[in-house]
Structures are given as C-alpha cells and as structure tokens.
C-alpha cells in the first residue's frame, strides 16, 4: 500500500508529467521532484513495515529475518539520501541494491530447519511445499530483480516498468509469509 499508494499519488502531483515506464520510483523521491515528499513517505512506510514484519515474523527463520530486516533498514538509508537531480547518488544506488537483494533472497532463508524435510526421511509434504514455495518465490524476485538491473545498466526503455515490477513484487512477500505463517496447523505438544 506505502509503496504503490506512494508512486501513483506522486506520479499524479508532477507537474511535467511522469513516465512510470521509463522513469524509477527514486526519481519521485529525488531532490527536486514535485511534492517528494509523497513517495518519500511511501518509502519510508515500506521500509518500516519491513523491519516491523521482520521482527514479528517469529515463526521464519532467524537468516530469512535478518535479511528482510537489512531490506526495510536499506530502504530507509536510501530515503535518508534521495536520488539527486542529476541521478547520481551513489550511497541511494548502493542502497537500493541492497534492498533488492536483501529482500529478493530472504525467503529462501525464512523457511526454519524444523520445515525442512528430516534427513531420516520422514515425509513431511506441508514443509517441502513452504521449502518449495520459498524457493520459487526467490527464483521469481531474482529474476525480475535482474531484469530491472538489465534495464538499469542499459538505460533500458523499460526500467520504470520492471522496476515497479521488481518493488511490488518484493513488497508482497512478506505479507504472503505473514498469511501463510498463520494458516499453518501449529504442531500439538505432547499427550
């Protein structure tokens, strides 16, 4: 909601237009932009509800959190120095890389030990499926992360669009965990 809210609100508030395929998300946020300010904040929320999914996702793994955690805390360094006109900020380019892939790989790591099939060769089939659904969920945002560094590197014509792509992506993970998490049968103690 921040991140998408965020760009379509100050995607309108331009007053010179915006080319949402063309153009980055950062540049709504860039020193200059019409009303920064809008997805500043929309970034800014991101990355908090990174950090807050990161510690109440206690049911992840500690690495799959840790590294959702660096995403949200790289997303806010990267509000911290925005874009500059000129695009040429380079903790706000390293920043952004660190988000993206901080937040492309965690949930390959969230998956805990205990989800993983035992080396006994119990069949566990609701943990191989979650071990498998991380999987592919990173295998998916590595790709479209690479596809936007594709675009980024080549000044592609699409670099907003797989951007946009790539972000929202990310930002619909964690709360795809957070809902599976809680639909997960808990296990009964003993008795």
Same mark, same amino acid.
């Given at each position: 909601?921040f ?24 540049a ?10 809008i997805?500043?904040?929309? &970034?800014? +929320? ?5 950090? $807050?999914?990161?510690?109440? #996702?206690?049911? !992840? %793994?500690?690495? =799959? ?42 949930p ?10 035992? &080396?006994? +060769? ?5 943990? $191989?499926?979650?071990?498998? #659904?991380?999987? !592919? %969920?990173?295998? =998916? ?16 014509a ?34």
């Amino acid at each position: 909601m921040f991140l998408v809210g965020g760009w379509t609100l100050a995607q309108a508030a331009q007053s010179e237009g915006f080319d949402p395929v063309r153009q980055t998300i950062s540049a709504l946020a860039a020193t200059g932009a019409d009303h920064r300010w809008i997805m500043t904040l929309g &970034l800014a +929320g991101l990355g908090l509800c990174h950090l $807050a999914t990161a510690l109440g #996702l206690v049911s !992840a %793994a500690p690495a =799959g959190r840790a590294l959702l955690a660096l995403g949200g805390l790289a997303t806010l360094i990267l509000v911290a120095f925005p874009q500059h006109p000129t695009g040429d900020s380079t903790t706000h380019a390293v920043a952004a890389g660190v988000a993206f892939g901080a937040l492309a790989v965690w949930p390959a790591l969230a998956v805990p030990s205990r989800a993983r099939p035992s &080396l006994d +060769g119990e069949h566990r089939p609701a943990a $191989a499926f979650v071990r498998r #659904l991380a999987l !592919a %969920a990173t295998v =998916g945002l590595l790709a479209l992360v690479g596809w936007f560094a594709v675009e980024f590197f080549t000044d592609g014509a699409w670099i907003g669009l797989t951007e946009r792509l790539a972000a929202a992506a990310e930002a619909g993970v964690p709360l795809a965990a957070v809902l599976l998490s809680r639909r997960r049968p808990k296990p009964s103690g003993p008795g």
